[in-house]
C-alpha cells in the first residue's frame, strides 16, 4: 500500500477531479494506507459496513477497544454527535431527532416564503446580465437552520465565518486545525449566550425547545451534550446543503433533458437524490470509525483501534453496485447511495436535505426555465464539494 499518482491518495482528490483517483483505487488498493497510518475505503460494501457495524466500528469518542481513550483526528469536532457512541450518542440524538422533524415539518410555509424572497432579487438582476449562483446556493439553507434554532438574522455573517473555519477541519486530510479551534471556541461561547437567553425568554424555536428539554430533565440531556447538539446542528446544518444545491444547478444546466424531472415533487427528490449520489457534496464522513477488533475488508487486514475513513463519493460510483456510475441518471433503479451515511449516525437532517434542495430547484426550473451557464463553473475540491462559483445569465426566450 502506498501513493496514488505524483502525490499521495488524498492530496490527488484535494487537488483536482476526485473520480479517476477513487477508480483506481477500488480496482487495484480499495483499502489504500494512507500516510497518516488511516485508512480509506473506497468499495461501497466495505463502506456500507463499517457504517452499519457499530459493535464492530466505533466513533472515535469515547474509549477504544482496550479502554484507552482514543484521540480524535480532529479534535475541534470532538464533541459533535457524529463523534459519540452509545450511550452518549444514543442520548443526544433522542433528544434532538423527533423535535427536529416535527420544527422542520411546521416550518414549511416559512420555507417556502423564504424560497420566494430569495430569488426574487435574483431574477431581477438576470433581467440585465449575469448572477453567480453560490450566493442563493449558502443563503436558503444557512438562514434556515438560522430560523429553526431561532438565531438573531444578523448574526448570518458571523455565522457563514465560523462555519468556514470549522468545516475544513473535518475528514482524513489534517485540517486547518488552528483556525477551526479558533472558530469553535467563538461558536460555542455564542451558543452559550443563546441559550442564557431562551432559558430568560423562550421562543417557540428549536433551540428554546432543547434548552427547556435540559431544564426539564438534566439528566437526558446534560448541558455540554445540549452545546454538542446545537453546535453540530450549526456546522452540519448548511453546508454540504449549499453545495448540493450548488451542483443541483449545474447538473440542471448540463442535462436539460433530465431536468425535466424538476417538473413534479415525485420526481424532483428523484433528481435530487441522483444528484446526492453523482456527486456527493460530502466526500468523507465527517470522523473515522475504529475496529474494535482485527478486521478483514477487501483482502486487508486492519487493526483494532486503527482509524477507518468510509470514502462516500468513492462508495457512490462502485460500479458493482450502480450501473454506469458516472452517467447522471436520475429516476435509477438500485441500492441506496451512502451520502447521508448509515447506521446509527445516518443523517438527522435527510429529509431537510430533500426538502431544500427540491424546492429551490423545483422553483428555479419554474422561474429561470432558461437558465444557462455564463462561464464555466469553479470546482470546489476536498471534503466538501459544490461550487465555489457558478455564473449564470438567462438563456434565449
Known amino acids: ?13 484535494h ?9 483506481r483505487l477500488r480496482e487495484t488498493e480499495p483499502v489504500h494506507l494512507f500516510r497518516t497510518g488511516s485508512y480509506l475505503l473506497t468499495r461501497y ?4 459496513r463499517v457504517l452499519v457495524e457499530r459493535e464492530c466500528f466505533r466513533a472515535p469518542g469515547g474509549h477504544g477497544p482496550s479502554g484507552r481513550t482514543v484521540h480524535h483526528p480532529t479534535p475541534v469536532l470532538s464533541r459533535v454527535m457524529s463523534s459519540q457512541n452509545p450511550p452518549r450518542h444514543t442520548r443526544m440524538r433522542t433528544a434532538v431527532a423527533r423535535r427536529f422533524v416535527e420544527h422542520v415539518r411546521r416550518q414549511q410555509p416559512w420555507l417556502s416564503k423564504l424560497c420566494d424572497q430569495l430569488l426574487e432579487p435574483l431574477v431581477e438582476t438576470l433581467r440585465n446580465g ?9 443563503a436558503f439553507p444557512r438562514d434556515t437552520i438560522m430560523h429553526l434554532l431561532g438565531l438573531y438574522p444578523g448574526d448570518r ?5 465560523l462555519v468556514a473555519d470549522i468545516f475544513p477541519t473535518s475528514g482524513p486530510l489534517p485540517g486547518q486545525d488552528r483556525a477551526g ?4 471556541r467563538m461558536l460555542i461561547d455564542y451558543l452559550q449566550g443563546e441559550v442564557v437567553r431562551r ?8 433551540m428554546s425547545e432543547l434548552v427547556r428539554a435540559h431544564t426539564d430533565c438534566p439528566e437526558a440531556l446534560p448541558h455540554d451534550e ?9 456546522v452540519a446544518g448548511y453546508p454540504q446543503i449549499a453545495a448540493g444545491i450548488e451542483t443541483g444547478v449545474v447538473l440542471m444546466m448540463r442535462h436539460p433533458d433530465r431536468a425535466v424531472f424538476l417538473d413534479d415533487p415525485v420526481g424532483a427528490r428523484l433528481f435530487v437524490d441522483e444528484v446526492l449520489r453523482y456527486d456527493a457534496p460530502v466526500q468523507f464522513t465527517p470522523a473515522p470509525r475504529i475496529p474494535t477488533k482485527a478486521v478483514v475488508l477487501s483482502g486487508v487486514t486492519i487493526p483494532a483501534g486503527a482509524q477507518v475513513w468510509p470514502v462516500l463519493g468513492a462508495a457512490n460510483r462502485d460500479p458493482g453496485v450502480f450501473s454506469q456510475p458516472d452517467e447522471f441518471r436520475p429516476g435509477r433503479d438500485g441500492s441506496r447511495h451512502l451520502s447521508f451515511g448509515g447506521g446509527a449516525h445516518y443523517c438527522l437532517g435527510a429529509e431537510l436535505v430533500y426538502l431544500e434542495m427540491s424546492m429551490l430547484l423545483r422553483r428555479l426550473r419554474h422561474r429561470l426555465p432558461d437558465l444557462a451557464p455564463a462561464q464555466p463553473p469553479c470546482q470546489r475540491f476536498g471534503r466538501l464539494r459544490g461550487f465555489t462559483s457558478v455564473p449564470v445569465i438567462r438563456g434565449e426566450r
Open 130 to 138: 449575469a448572477a453567480d449562483m453560490t450566493a442563493l446556493a449558502e
Open 181 to 184: 479551534a479558533a472558530a469553535m
Open 1 to 13: 500500500m502506498g501513493t496514488i499518482g505524483s502525490a499521495d491518495a488524498l492530496a490527488d482528490v
Open 157 to 161: 455573517d458571523l455565522v457563514s465565518m
Open 45 to 48: 460494501t466495505d463502506c456500507q
Open 15 to 23: 487537488a483536482g477531479d476526485p473520480y479517476p483517483v477513487y477508480e
Open 226 to 234: 445540549l452545546i454538542s447538539v446545537l453546535t453540530g446542528l450549526i
Open 199 to 206: 432559558r430568560r425568554a423562550p421562543g417557540d424555536d428549536l
